[in-house]
């Protein structure tokens, strides 16, 4: 099962990095898989561990994926990166091995904090259908654009149902980005 996140890190330089990831539990270990070239891969390589941040609030994933990385941080307890300050949970995890592969390595990580600051009450559709959109984004040059397509028709149906401001806000700034690609991709088509 895949568990879809906020992995927070610091690179050698100092920088903090913010990705939304998904993450898989592997017996009592964590598993990261980020594409390379990443940030987040080199700083994860670099400092050898990472925060994973479990956050309701879907602007975070929809930001980041949009160019809006500037979300309160906090030092983590007892690794070298931040955590979301507005995190529900949060888990330190160190870096143990790399399972090497060209496209998407596995960081297996060694969880050796975690907290929780909020209580998590649930999804709403809304929520899920923007996180659905966020992973379509991801992924704009690499699925055909009738699936894209389809997708969304789909998941508009629940932003239009349950969304409250939040879920609008976020699914504005991936329908933005979804646009954007949309002209260029009919751009290149004209050319």
């Known amino acids: 099962m895949i568990h879809e996140v906020i992995v927070t890190c610091r690179n050698p330089q100092g920088e903090n990095q913010i990705a939304p990831m998904g993450v898989v539990w592997r ?3 964590l598993v990261i ?3 390379r070239p990443s940030r987040t891969l ?3 390589l670099a400092g050898e561990c990472a925060v994973i941040n479990y956050c309701d609030d879907v602007r975070v994933f929809a930001g980041c994926l949009t160019g809006r990385y ?3 941080l906090v030092e983590a307890d007892q690794v070298a990166a931040p955590r979301l300050a507005e995190a529900l949970a949060h888990c330190e995890v160190r870096l143990r091995r790399v399972e090497e ?5 596995r960081l297996v990580c060694q969880p050796i904090h975690e907290a ?3 209580p998590f009450r649930g999804f709403n559709r809304a929520q899920a259908a923007v996180l659905e959109l966020a992973i379509l984004v991801s992924r704009l040059g690499r699925l055909p654009p009738e699936k894209i397509e389809s997708e969304i028709a789909y998941l508009t149906i629940a932003v239009d ?3 409250g401001e939040r879920e609008r806000e976020a699914w504005a700034w991936l329908m933005a980005r979804v646009d954007d690609f949309r002209r260029q991709q ?3 088509g004209a050319v």
Do not use: Q, V, Y
Request: overall charge negative; proline content about 15%; charged content about 35%.
């Open 27 to 29: 017996g009592g270990d």
């Open 33 to 35: 898989a980020p594409f």
């Open 42 to 44: 080199d700083s994860i």
């Open 70 to 72: 500037d979300w309160p």
């Open 101 to 105: 592969d060209p496209l998407r390595p």
């Open 116 to 118: 929780n600051h909020r």
């Open 161 to 163: 149902k349950t969304a």
């Open 186 to 188: 009919a751009r290149e």
